[in-house]
């Protein structure tokens, strides 16, 4: 059974660091390409970042390139994300997601992940 569990969300001034840990378990990690979404309260669930089973390819949104880093380590089996820079609108509940299958993985939507975390709460004070 694959599980997914974030964590590292919390409460952080704007302008202010957190790093998002997800350790994926269940399947080799290898296997997985993983992404990063977030949904804000009334909002629709947002691609975030994502990256390829390598950890050589990796995809960001617009509203946090420059800001957030996502990063895997297939030793730890976990991946991470890092956010600089944090900004009001940043807060949300965040998600870990993992596609199994390569062949429908596209890394925006959130549809073609078959895994999710149970999300962490990230919340940016002014």
């Known amino acids: 059974q694959v599980q997914l569990v974030e964590s590292g969300g919390g409460l952080v001034q704007a302008g202010g660091s957190l790093r998002l840990s997800c350790a994926v378990s269940g399947r080799t990690f290898r296997m997985f390409a993983m992404g990063w979404f977030r949904q804000a309260p009334g909002k629709e669930r947002d691609f975030v970042a994502a990256i390829d089973r390598s950890g050589q390819r990796t995809y960001s949104a617009d509203s946090v390139k420059g800001r957030f880093t996502i990063s895997r380590d297939n030793a730890k089996n976990t991946v991470e994300l890092q956010m600089n820079s944090l900004k009001l609108e940043d807060t949300a509940v965040y998600y870990c997601?993992?596609?199994?299958?390569?062949?429908?993985?596209?890394?925006?939507?959130?549809?073609?992940?078959?895994?999710w975390g149970q999300g962490t709460q990230v919340t940016v004070s002014s």
């Open positions: 997601a993992a596609n199994l299958y390569s062949s429908n993985w596209y890394p925006q939507r959130p549809d073609t992940y078959d895994y």
